[in-house]
Each structure stands twice: as structure tokens, then as C-alpha cells.
């Protein structure tokens, strides 16, 4: 694997697009971004023709791997009848019931494009309909990039204002924010006990912090979170963007047996295509025909929906997430394997098809964990196995054997060459 190809067209990326990359966390792809020219299945080929086994799956979105056919042809069929129309059409509908028949808390939804869209919406419609103004986040969890819940992403002063995300970004919303510790029943308990002296909204909970770590709820601490936030006239909002539809085909509310006010939904809802929908109760959805703003001009786009109908319609079938755990249990028994084993341990955190690698004695955050798996990358990279630079692992259908084998071999020898 040469990269030159991927090397020359990032420099002159660089000349045109700010940073070279279209997101700026992919900025942190070493030894620079991979050049994709074509991707099927579990695994894409960059401007050389090299093939690498994929273990980004886009961040996420494609739990059926890339190019399923399902879908594709679902796409290409819209796309050749209507791009956006700016008026209704029965896809609207028809993939909004697809959704909600998937979610067990699913009564309505309104649709968006992103996470980040999608979160502003669902914070909106909670301090519409609470008339209170502030937001409970956890720490380290990442909510999408809009000022006012980019923040407090490292561990740190709890229930303090967060520090900002970024330069940039505005200081005076993040009196909006409070912070608290992720599995921590009792702060989250003393926190809400104050709901109406704090002015608190919203409760926004990444149910397994797939952004920091990967970290399941414990038992307890989701249900203590329903029950508070019920006691104390609190919406709670499950942020599912990385979870929903790839943990359980009804998201982290089926997995864990607790059903929040409101879910937000994005990447694999529509399996490689942009779109994001906040699910739950009608009666605090329905505050958009009461003077909540929802907007977008590309809302709804039916190519879009197409494919959202058409993941649907395969999640439908119980067997997919049965393969999906079976490939994803087998890939942390190997490669978990392996790495308890090297010269320096790690381990992989896993729920479903979601895993992270984790360094003995190494936090880890969005950007990952720097250190051993900086160096890993590289020399997976090097034998056609293509990870993410946060360590975070996305499996799909697509994945089998031969990949985890593969990778397996080229881990075995990346591990031995470590200096
Ligand atoms: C948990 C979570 N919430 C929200 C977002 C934001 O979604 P988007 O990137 O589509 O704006 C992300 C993106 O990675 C995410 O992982």
C-alpha cells in the first residue's frame, strides 16, 4: 500500500478545500486522509487501486456496509423521478411510518439532514414545552458542533459552566449547559432534584457514550434518569446518532428497556445518505404547528428517504442485527484477543456493532487516545486495513470471517514490529 496517490491529491485538496478535508475532524487521519475511489461491501479502494478492509464505515452510517444494493436501487430509482421538491411527497410519510414502527417511543418525527440539525430541534422543542432554558449534558460526550452543546467534552469540573468546544464559539450560551458524570445516579439525582431553581429543560444522554469510550449505562442509571426526569418535569432526549439503528434495530430505548421523551437519529437511519429525524412523544413534536421553529430547505429530500424507507425495510428483518452482534462478538473475541496479548495491553469496548480501543492506563475522548493506537494505525493502514484515528471501531453485515482474519494476521504482525 503506497498511499502516494492519496499523498499528492491531499495536497492539492489542501489548495481548494480548508484543512483538505471535508469534516475537520478527519483532519486527524494519518498519515493523511485515505483517497477513495470506489467502495463496496466492508471494504474501500483508494486512487491506486489498493484495497483496504474498512473499519470507518463513513463514522458510522452504514451498518449494512457499502453499495448495498437494497438501497442503492432505491436511491437511484427517486433520484431518476425527483431530487428535492420543496413540497410533500408520500415518501414523507411513508418512511416516517417505517421509522416509527422500528422505535418503541415512536408516536411522531420530524426530519432533518444532520445530528447537529437534529439536536437543535430536540432541544427546542424542550424548552418549549418545559419554558425552561437550560440543558443537562455529560461530560465527554459529544452532541454535534453547534454552540451550544459543543462543550464540556473532557472530563472535568462538573456542574460548572463547560468549557467551549473550539475557538470561536460563543461563551454566553454556555450558561444554557450544565455538566454531569456519565453513570453517576447520584450526581445526576441531585442535579435534577434542583429542575426548577436551575431552570433545567432538557436531560441529553448519549446511552453509551459512543464518542468517549464507548461505555455502556449502568443497569440502573438510565432508569433513575427516566424516573427524575419524569418527578421533576424534565424531557429526556436520547441522542442515538451513533447508537439508533446500529446498537438494536429500535436504538438504545430497545436495547436498554427505557424509553426517553425524545431520540434523535442520524447516520444509519439511512444507510450512507444524509439524513437525521428527532422520534418521540406527538404532543411535544407537534409544538412546530405551535410557533416551534423547525426548517430546512432540504428537509425531507426524497432521495434521502428513500433510503431511509429501504434501511427499514431490511433492519426489519431480526436477522440482520443477529449477524451484526455475531460478527461484532466475534471480532472483539479475536482481535480483543491479540491485544490482550501484545508486548502493551489494551483492550476493545464494545456494544453491538460499536467498539473502541482502549489502552491500559489511556483515557480516551472524540479524538481518541493518541498513543499506542497512533501507532497501530499506521502500520494497519500499511496492510490494507483501514481504522479510525479516535480507535473507535464500526462493523457491518458486510464484515465476515475473512476480514476479521485478515485483520487478525496484520494486527499479529503490527504488534510484533512495535518498537
Ligand atoms: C452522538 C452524536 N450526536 C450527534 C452527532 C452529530 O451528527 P452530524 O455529524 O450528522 O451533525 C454525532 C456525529 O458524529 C454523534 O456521534
Not at 6 to 25: C, D, K, N, Q, T
Not at 74 to 85: F, L
Not at 166 to 191: C, H, K, W, Y
Amino acid at each position: 500500500m503506497s498511499l502516494e496517490s492519496s499523498r499528492i491529491a491531499f495536497e492539492r485538496a489542501r489548495r481548494s478545500v480548508g484543512a483538505g478535508v471535508g469534516s475537520g475532524l478527519r483532519a486527524a487521519m494519518r498519515p493523511h486522509p485515505l483517497f477513495v475511489s470506489e467502495a463496496r461491501g466492508a471494504h474501500v479502494w483508494d486512487l491506486d487501486g489498493d484495497r483496504y478492509i474498512d473499519y470507518v464505515m463513513a463514522w458510522g452510517p452504514l451498518v449494512l456496509g457499502h453499495g448495498d444494493p437494497r438501497i442503492t436501487d432505491a436511491v437511484v430509482d427517486v433520484a431518476g423521478r425527483m431530487q428535492v421538491v420543496g413540497t410533500s411527497h408520500v415518501l414523507e410519510y411513508t418512511a416516517a411510518e417505517a421509522v416509527l414502527e422500528a422505535v418503541p417511543h415512536g408516536e411522531r418525527l420530524l426530519w432533518s439532514n444532520t445530528g447537529t440539525e437534529a439536536v437543535q430541534v430536540a432541544l427546542r422543542l424542550a424548552r418549549a414545552a418545559t419554558g425552561r432554558r437550560r440543558v443537562v449534558k455529560f461530560a465527554k460526550s459529544y452532541h454535534g458542533w453547534q454552540d451550544a452543546v459543543h462543550a464540556g467534552l473532557d472530563d472535568g469540573a462538573w456542574d460548572e459552566p463547560a468549557a467551549p468546544g473550539g475557538r470561536g464559539q460563543s461563551p454566553s450560551v454556555l450558561d444554557d449547559l450544565v455538566v454531569a458524570r456519565f453513570n453517576d445516579t447520584e450526581m445526576i439525582e441531585r442535579i435534577l432534584a434542583e429542575a426548577v431553581e436551575r431552570d433545567i429543560a432538557a436531560v441529553i444522554v448519549d446511552p453509551i457514550m459512543s464518542n468517549a469510550g464507548v461505555e455502556p449505562p449502568a443497569p440502573e442509571f438510565l432508569r433513575a434518569l427516566r424516573a427524575r426526569c419524569d418527578r421533576h418535569g424534565v424531557v429526556l432526549v436520547f441522542d442515538e446518532v451513533i447508537a439508533g439503528f446500529r446498537i438494536a434495530r429500535g436504538g438504545a430505548a430497545e436495547r436498554f428497556g427505557v424509553r426517553p421523551d425524545l431520540s434523535v437519529f442520524g447516520k444509519a437511519m439511512a444507510g450512507g445518505f444524509t439524513q437525521s429525524a428527532v422520534v418521540g412523544r406527538a404532543d411535544l413534536i407537534d409544538q412546530v404547528t405551535d410557533g416551534v421553529v423547525h426548517a430546512g430547505t432540504f428537509n425531507g429530500n426524497p432521495v434521502a428517504l428513500a433510503a431511509v424507507q429501504a434501511t427499514m425495510g431490511v433492519l426489519a428483518d431480526p436477522s440482520v442485527h443477529e449477524s451484526l452482534e455475531s460478527v461484532s462478538a466475534r471480532f472483539e473475541q479475536v482481535i480483543g484477543g491479540l491485544l490482550a496479548a501484545g508486548p502493551r495491553t489494551a483492550r476493545l469496548q464494545r456494544v453491538g456493532s460499536l467498539l473502541q480501543f482502549v489502552p491500559d492506563g489511556e483515557a480516551t475522548n472524540l479524538h481518541g487516545t493518541g498513543g499506542l493506537w497512533s501507532q497501530i494505525l499506521g502500520g494497519m493502514l500499511a496492510n490494507g486495513v483501514l481504522f479510525m484515528p479516535s480507535g473507535k471501531i464500526f462493523l457491518s453485515t458486510a464484515h465476515g470471517q475473512a476480514d476479521i482474519d485478515a485483520t487478525a494476521d496484520a494486527l499479529d504482525k503490527v504488534l510484533r514490529e512495535l518498537p
